[in-house]
């Protein structure tokens, strides 16, 4: 069972570029969600996502967009990276958005910018 | 608003210690309340869970009490082993905020043989 897969593991971006962070889970689960995590901060949510073609934004939302086009696949596009984004992305999802489903957590992606 | 604090670590234990991590909530509905632990590289996985007051939670000897009138949600371990060695994360879920997951700033645990 693959579960929730990230790609990739490590990253190391320039001030200024592009990239996209890939989420993709074989659970037709119906919610996903992306959090950054940085130390001392826990987790903090970025965006997430109820449905395919569904996506709200979360606490720290600002200079990542999302996209949701099926129910496999969740990614994460940094615009203009810069330094303040340097942390690990966890991508997670559940079955549903009902209050007892837990989280299911991709193995994370350390990003670094220079 | 939902909020979650947990007791500050790093916590160091010698294999075989009593274990208890604290970790109180805020929340304007009814939440589930959550303990993910987190090893070395890897992401977050559950490692248990309670629905409605006085549940109690448990899995590989680790338990947790949902108390509402405190409301709390403390991870407890008689008997703590080297391999407990993780960052553990207590988290709730609810309604009132659309379901969103809020999460404590974690507590890292080390055990030493």
């Known amino acids: 069972n693959a579960g929730v897969t990230q790609t990739p593991k490590f990253q190391v971006l320039k001030t200024g570029q592009s990239m996209t962070l890939q989420c993709a889970q074989d659970?037709?689960?119906?919610?996903m969600s992306w959090y950054r995590q940085d130390p001392g901060m826990g987790l903090r949510l970025i965006h997430y996502?109820?449905?395919?073609?569904?996506?709200d934004q979360g606490e720290v939302p600002n200079g990542y967009n999302v996209s949701r086009s099926t129910t496999e696949d969740f990614p994460l596009r940094l615009l203009s990276a810069a330094p303040s984004q340097t942390s690990v992305y966890f991508c997670?999802?559940?079955?549903?958005?009902?209050?007892?489903?837990?989280?299911?957590f991709g193995s994370g992606t350390q990003l670094s910018v220079l | 608003g939902n909020s979650v604090t947990q007791m500050e670590g790093p916590v160091t234990l010698s294999e075989e210690a009593f274990l208890t991590i604290n970790c109180t909530y805020t929340?304007?509905?009814?939440?589930?309340l959550f303990w993910y632990v987190q090893y070395p590289g890897e992401g977050l996985q559950l490692l248990l869970k309670?629905?409605?007051?006085?549940d109690k939670g448990s899995n590989k000897g680790f338990e947790a009490t949902y108390r509402k009138e405190t409301t709390s949600f403390h991870l407890e371990k008689g008997s703590v082993q080297v391999s407990d060695s993780a960052v553990y994360f207590c988290?709730?879920?609810?309604?009132?905020?659309?379901?969103?997951?809020?999460f404590g700033t974690g507590t890292s645990l080390t055990v030493i043989p």
């Open positions: 997670a999802s559940s079955y549903s958005t009902r209050r007892n489903e837990k989280l299911f």
């Open positions: 659970m037709n689960h119906e919610y």
């Open positions: 996502s109820v449905g395919a073609g569904i996506t």
């Open positions: 929340a304007t509905g009814y939440p589930s």
């Open positions: 309670a629905t409605k007051a006085d």
């Open positions: 988290a709730l879920r609810e309604p009132n905020t659309g379901n969103q997951f809020y």
